[in-house]
């Protein structure tokens, strides 16, 4: 049996609004009198048929219809205009993370002629052979400079990227940072008058500057006096630098007499 709470939640789930239960029902509310009168038939009252000529008579407005909610679209003609639907705006700040910054490529070799240091770009990124183009070249600089041509070989070639792989920083001030550091051990050993910096690598990540410092005196911190030489390639490929080489080296050859004297 259903209390009568349950009994009208069923009737309201089925759309039931006025309903007469054939025997009494246990549990139930009494039933309203009004609901018991019976209406009494409405009579049918004859249409007469419509003379000819005249339009037959509309039917009766339909029962009222529940309302439907319509969702706004874009029209065909404002999308053939052009015209696009206006969207809602994301007022949310998107952060844009800075595009990782490759690590250079390069190959230096250190060696040592007298009082002076020499770190030298590598054309090819091997070490030097006695009878490349490049490394006969650097003794004839040597020479000129007074300064013995057979150059010692200081440690193993500096290459870098350190590692093909990882997530280790390799970029350019990772660059600096490892060459400098490299420099400043190998001077702590053993005195320096003048260090060499030959090619664009080694001025750039040993003496933080770029090619519009070939052929001047540099003052790195922690490094002291440095002068920026274009690379053996590059002097080969454009002989008439060789010329401005010279010049800067007549200037800078005191410094490294004297401390032989």
Request: aromatic letters at 6%; glycine letters at 6%.
């Amino acid at each position: 049996m259903l209390i009568e709470s349950r009994r009208r939640a069923y009737l309201n789930a089925m759309q039931v609004v006025n309903w007469l239960p054939r025997t009494e029902l246990p549990f139930a509310a009494p039933s309203r009198p009004e609901l018991l009168e019976m209406p009494e038939p409405e009579l049918e009252v004859p249409v007469a048929p419509a003379p000819l000529g005249e339009a037959p008579a509309q039917p009766a407005a339909r029962q009222a219809e529940r309302p439907k909610i319509e969702v706004p679209r874009p029209s065909l003609a404002s999308t053939r205009n052009g015209a696009k639907p206006v969207e809602e705006v994301d007022d949310t700040p998107v952060v844009v993370k800075p595009a990782p910054v490759p690590p250079p490529r390069f190959a230096l070799q250190l060696l040592r002629a007298g009082r002076c240091l020499l770190l030298v770009e590598l054309p090819t990124g091997e070490a030097f052979q006695s009878r490349d183009p490049a490394y006969l070249l650097l003794k004839d600089m040597l020479r000129a400079a007074g300064l013995p041509d057979a150059p010692q070989i200081v440690g193993e070639p500096v290459r870098w990227p350190w590692l093909n792989r990882g997530t280790l920083d390799q970029g350019p001030e990772a660059a600096r940072d490892f060459v400098q550091g490299f420099l400043s051990v190998q001077m702590e050993a053993a005195p320096c008058a003048c260090l060499w910096l030959i090619g664009l690598p080694a001025v750039k990540f040993a003496g933080e500057a770029d090619a519009e410092a070939f052929n001047s005196e540099l003052q790195i911190e922690g490094l002291g006096l440095a002068w920026a030489i274009p690379g053996l390639e590059l002097l080969m490929e454009e002989p008439q630098r060789k010329a401005a080489v010279w010049q800067a080296m007549r200037r800078l050859m005191a410094r490294w007499k004297q401390s032989d004297e």
